[in-house]
Every structure is written in C-alpha cells, then in structure tokens.
C-alpha cells in the first residue's frame, strides 16, 4: 500500500490575520478629551489663572510642590492648557490618535500607556527644565510614535497615520525647537522628544521582536531619566535650594548653608539665596557671615535686605522676653 504526501490530506491551519480591535468604543480617549475641556474652562473662570493658586487648583504644581509629595501632578498637568488654540490642537489629535490605539490594544493597556507617556514627557521636561510643563502635547506624540513604528504589526493604523501625518509631526517637532531658539515661544520640546521616544519603544517593542531587549533597555533608561528629578537633581536650583529648606526646618544649618550655596551657583533667585543664607548664619550664631549675607544682601534689593533685618531684631525681642 502506497502513502501519500497530497497536502489535500492534512488539515492545515489557517493562515493569521491581522490583529483585530480589542475595544470598540474608545471610551478613555473620550474621557482624556472631556477632561482637557473641563480643566480648560475652570481655569478660564478663575480669577488669576496664572497664578500657583489657581493651577495647582487645576492639576498643575510647581517643582517644589512636586518634591513635597504632589508627584500626581506628572500626570494632572497633562489636562492643563491656557490657550484656546493649544487646547484645539491637542484634544483633535489626541482623539484621533488616541481612540486608533485604544481600538487596537484596549482600554486597560490604553490607561497604562497614557500614565506612563504622562509621567515620562513630564518628568523630562522637569528634568531640563524644572517645570513639567503643560497640555497633552508629549502624551500626543507618545501615541504618534506608537502608531508609527506599530503600523506594521497594526495594518489599521495606516488609515490614521498617512505619510502627510507623519511628515506633520516630524516637522512640527523641529519647528517648536526653532520657536523656542528664537524666544518666540516656550514649548515643552522635552516633553515632545520623551514622549516620541516612549510611544516609539513601545511599538518596536510589539513589532521588532529580534530588538525587544535593546528597546526594553532603552525604555528603561528613559523612565528612569524622567523620574530621576524626583529623588536626585543637584544641577537644579528649585531641588538644591528645597533640600536646603528641610535641613533648615531640621535645624541642620550647616547642611542648610551648603546646599543654599550650591542652589545660588546653580542659577536661584539671588536675593531668595542670600536671605536664607542670612538666616541660616544667624541661626548657626555665626553673625559675621550674617552681616556679609545681609551686605550681598543689600547690594542687590535694600528692601529686602531691610526686611531681613527687621525680621531678625523682631526674633530677637522675642528671645529676649
């Protein structure tokens, strides 16, 4: 009896499709959008929008604030905008790019993507720029790089990233760069790289799979570069002149002094630096150096160094009663 090899006889399996959409509504995007707006119009209505009182009411804390616990603000400063335009331009491309990656990978894995994306724009911006900037501009480009290099794996996201998005983005990038160069505009460029830069890793990650450890490696590195201003940034003058505070309030003066004197070198608001210096000293008793600070002092604001003054005669008659 012969055998035979006629395919004919063997079930084969069907070949595999692409990836199907795992969510049909892309109902966090919808939600991320509404927020923006929300958060837009409640700054409007504030009375000094542009005050830390009113954007920390909104999400949006200085690096101070961030280093005394309100690390939620990495994420919160993403629904901030201040300008009409801004909010437009953020909220349309966060819709169309955000609800093509939701379809596709699903809203849980969506919610994951959009905190990381959050907190690495805005812990780079911080890192650089010792702010964390506003608006959902890095979270847009973290889903722009996604879809670029998952396009492949997703043969639906071409219906959304066309050549002339791409080359959009592209551009974009290198004209925010340009503005901010030329004083025209402030723009988080760190924010856009960072984001690029995760959104980009995580689609070679699904698509390139001979490369995931060296994409993992890199977004790794990135992470942890944008988280690294939480815990250690001595080239800045907010995180030195922070540190110095807490010695202060701790009663260390001499650690106090130390780190007020790096945050000076590092570029801090001078007459905020002597001012504590003065008050440092005279909490050491080391009133020469007291009397130098005040001097530094008065050369650059009299009214300051007066103030000073005042503040330490007032502390002084409370000592003595």
Same mark, same amino acid.
């Given at each position: 009896?012969?055998?035979?090899?006629?395919?004919?006889?063997?079930?084969?399996?069907?070949?595999?499709?692409?990836?199907?959409?795992?969510?049909?509504?892309?109902?966090?995007?919808?939600? !991320?959008?509404?927020?923006?707006?929300?958060?837009?119009?409640?700054?409007?209505?504030?009375?000094?929008?542009?005050?830390?009182?009113?954007?920390?009411?909104?999400?949006?804390?200085?690096?101070?604030?961030?280093?005394?616990?309100?690390?939620?603000?990495?994420?919160?400063?993403?629904?901030?905008?201040?300008?009409?335009?801004?909010?437009?331009?953020?909220?349309?491309?966060?819709?169309?790019?955000?609800?093509?990656?939701?379809?596709?990978?699903?809203?849980?894995?969506?919610?994951?993507?959009?905190?990381?994306?959050?907190?690495?724009?805005?812990?780079?911006?911080?890192?650089?720029?010792?702010?964390?900037?506003?608006?959902?501009?890095?979270?847009?480009?973290?889903?722009?790089?996604?879809?670029?290099? !998952?396009?492949?794996?997703?043969?639906?996201?071409?219906?959304?990233?066309?050549?002339?998005?791409?080359?959009?983005?592209?551009?974009?990038?290198?004209?925010?760069?340009?503005?901010?160069?030329?004083?025209?505009?402030?723009?988080?460029?760190?924010?856009?790289?960072?984001?690029?830069?995760?959104?980009?890793?995580?689609?070679?990650?699904?698509?390139?799979?001979?490369?995931?450890?060296?994409?993992?490696?890199?977004?790794?590195?990135?992470?942890?570069?944008?988280?690294?201003?939480?815990?250690?940034?001595?080239?800045?003058?907010?995180?030195?002149?922070?540190?110095?505070?807490?010695?202060?309030?701790?009663?260390?003066?001499?650690?106090?002094?130390?780190?007020?004197?790096?945050?000076?070198?590092?570029?801090?608001?001078?007459?905020?630096?002597?001012?504590?210096?003065?008050?440092?000293?005279?909490?050491?008793?080391?009133?020469?150096?007291?009397?130098? !600070?005040?001097?530094?002092?008065?050369?650059?604001?009299?009214?300051? !160094?007066?103030?000073?003054?005042?503040?330490?005669?007032?502390?002084?008659?409370?000592?003595?009663?």
């Amino acid at each position: 009896m012969e055998t035979t090899t006629d395919n004919t006889c063997n079930p084969q399996r069907p070949p595999a499709g692409p990836p199907k959409n795992r969510q049909r509504i892309p109902i966090l995007t919808w939600l !991320a959008c509404a927020a923006c707006v929300v958060v837009f119009a409640g700054l409007m209505d504030e009375p000094r929008r542009d005050s830390w009182e009113g954007l920390q009411k909104w999400g949006y804390y200085s690096y101070d604030k961030i280093l005394d616990g309100a690390i939620w603000s990495l994420v919160t400063s993403t629904f901030v905008h201040l300008q009409f335009l801004h909010l437009v331009f953020n909220i349309y491309w966060l819709w169309v790019l955000g609800s093509a990656v939701e379809r596709a990978i699903g809203s849980l894995r969506w919610l994951g993507f959009f905190l990381i994306s959050s907190v690495v724009s805005s812990g780079a911006e911080l890192l650089f720029s010792d702010a964390t900037g506003i608006g959902a501009s890095g979270v847009a480009y973290a889903l722009f790089g996604f879809l670029w290099m !998952a396009r492949e794996h997703y043969p639906q996201f071409r219906e959304v990233l066309n050549p002339k998005t791409i080359g959009l983005f592209l551009i974009w990038l290198v004209v925010c760069v340009g503005l901010t160069l030329s004083g025209t505009m402030e723009v988080g460029n760190y924010a856009h790289f960072a984001g690029l830069g995760v959104g980009a890793g995580a689609g070679a990650w699904i698509s390139f799979k001979r490369w995931r450890w060296p994409v993992t490696a890199g977004l790794a590195a990135l992470v942890l570069a944008s988280t690294l201003p939480l815990v250690w940034a001595p080239w800045s003058p907010v995180w030195t002149g922070t540190r110095g505070l807490k010695a202060h309030s701790n009663g260390d003066y001499r650690s106090a002094i130390r780190w007020y004197e790096r945050s000076l070198r590092a570029g801090a608001d001078k007459v905020w630096c002597w001012s504590s210096l003065a008050f440092a000293y005279h909490c050491l008793g080391d009133n020469v150096r007291r009397d130098q !600070a005040i001097q530094k002092l008065r050369e650059l604001d009299e009214g300051s !160094a007066k103030e000073v003054e005042r503040t330490l005669f007032e502390s002084h008659e409370t000592e003595l009663k």
